[in-house]
């Protein structure tokens, strides 16, 4: 609900979790009226949209990582090393 005595209008924030783990959260912020049920579907639906995007980056980043690691190991394993 709104807290006006320190400037907070009506605010909404959906949680983005995978599992046990938050990846962020979606907020609407400084409203003067209450969210509807259909404005707080289309922030539920946009948390779905962006967990999957948030879901890409991080299958991204840790293949990126798992690459450097396999170079950096074969690197410290190589017999050519001075």
Do not use: C
Not at 39 to 52: F, H, Q, R, Y
């Amino acid at each position: 609900p709104a807290r006006m005595a320190v400037g907070l209008g009506e605010r909404a924030a959906v949680v983005i979790k995978q599992q046990d783990d938050v990846l962020g959260y979606i907020w609407s912020l400084a409203r003067t009226t209450p969210f509807s049920e259909q404005e707080l579907t289309v922030l539920k639906e946009g948390a779905s949209i962006a967990k999957k995007l948030l879901m890409t980056i991080a299958m991204h980043e840790r293949r990126i990582d798992a690459e450097l690691e396999r170079f950096f190991l074969e690197v410290l394993a190589s017999p050519n090393l001075s």
